[in-house]
């Protein structure tokens, strides 16, 4: 049996495939091309690829009725990520991110796929200045939130009409190998750009900003816990690390790791109404989960991997 990874060669979901094959476990990774990436070398015994964009119903469903009878669940990432990008083309990317999801529930649906983890956002709570819970409502402030909280509707109503095991993992700021900062849009450049030597940081606001950047490796497997359980006892999580810092100090604290000093010039404000974080206590009491990584730790493993992948 495998695991229909969508995205698989992104930012989360080139993690999530790792910790799977890693674990012996087969999966097939649906993306519009494939790409190197350094942590799934030597794993392809467990990787499958098929070359889709998901926004293709007949291509989607044809590749996997293809694979219907080896196929255990589906991990849903494939998307573009929030950032000021996202409001530049507005409708191909909701599209994506809207559409996508749709065909590949509807495909899901019609190929008796049973579970189906879509990885959502911490946007769709909108402005807020605390910390959401999964029990509050979806009210999202920005399209990009709008279109991962439209997502999750259509999946829960699929869940209600269809009998579809649909669970939705809401992430916040992931970072960690895969892309560097550079690729990133601005906040990570900010944040961690002095891992690439950036020297200075000058931002018209941002001082009062409090941000939970939550390490790769501790997203998918929370990921892969959700996915996993036969049955669980909500549709929603959140999965972060739990632990915030204000965008100065975390600024700093990248640079010192770094071995660069940095000049800083924030405005002050903050970049985003959002809250410092999200709340994690399903995720905590259902599965036990706690973060392995600290702030520290997971820079110091993300400027090594930069380092070996200059």
Same mark, same amino acid.
């Given at each position: ?13 080139s ?5 799977l094959a ?5 999966v ?9 990436? =350094?942590? /799934? ?60 999801t749709?065909?590949? /529930? ?28 999964? !029990?509050?409502?979806m009210?999202?402030s ?7 909280? =439209? ?30 900062? !550079? ?9 961690f ?6 020297? =200075? ?14 390490y ?7 990921? /892969? ?17 739990? =632990? ?16 660069? !000093? ?14 410092p974080?999200?709340?994690t ?30």
């Open positions: 049996m495998a695991i229909v990874v969508t995205g698989g060669f992104g930012h989360i979901g993690w999530v495939c790792r910790q890693e674990a012996r476990r087969r097939l990774i649906l993306d519009r091309a494939p790409r190197l990436v =350094s942590y /799934l070398a030597g794993l392809e015994d467990f990787i499958a690829f098929e070359k889709v964009d998901i926004t293709d119903f007949d291509n989607v469903g044809e590749i996997l009725d293809r694979y219907k009878r080896g196929i255990e669940g589906i991990i849903h990432v494939a998307g573009l990520m929030g950032g000021p990008q996202f409001a530049t083309d507005p409708r191909a990317n909701i599209r994506l991110n809207t559409l996508g749709v065909n590949m /529930l509807e495909a899901a649906r019609a190929l008796d796929i049973g579970k189906f983890v879509y990885i959502s956002s911490g946007a769709v709570y909108g402005q807020r200045d605390d910390i959401p819970r999964e !029990s509050d409502p009210a999202p920005d399209l990009y939130g709008a279109a991962k909280a =439209s997502a999750e509707f259509f999946g829960l109503q699929y869940a209600n009409e269809f009998g579809l095991d649909f669970r939705a993992v809401r992430v916040y700021f992931a970072y960690g190998p895969g892309r560097r900062p !550079s690729e990133l849009y601005p906040l990570y450049q900010a944040v750009g002095s891992l690439e030597g950036k020297t =200075s940081v000058d931002m018209p606001k941002g001082a009062d900003q409090e941000i939970d950047f939550t790769l490796s501790d997203i998918a497997r929370a990921i /892969l816990l959700v996915h996993d359980a036969d049955k669980t006892k909500h549709r929603q999580y959140n999965a972060v690390s739990g =632990s915030w810092h204000r965008l100065p100090e975390l600024i700093e604290k990248v640079a010192e790791i770094a071995g660069v !000093s940095v000049s800083i010039r924030l405005g002050p404000g903050r970049l985003m109404p959002r809250g974080s999200l709340d206590t399903r995720l905590r009491e259902e599965f036990g989960f706690e973060p392995a990584y600290d702030i520290g730790k997971g820079v110091a493993e993300y400027l090594d991997w930069m380092k070996g992948n200059a």
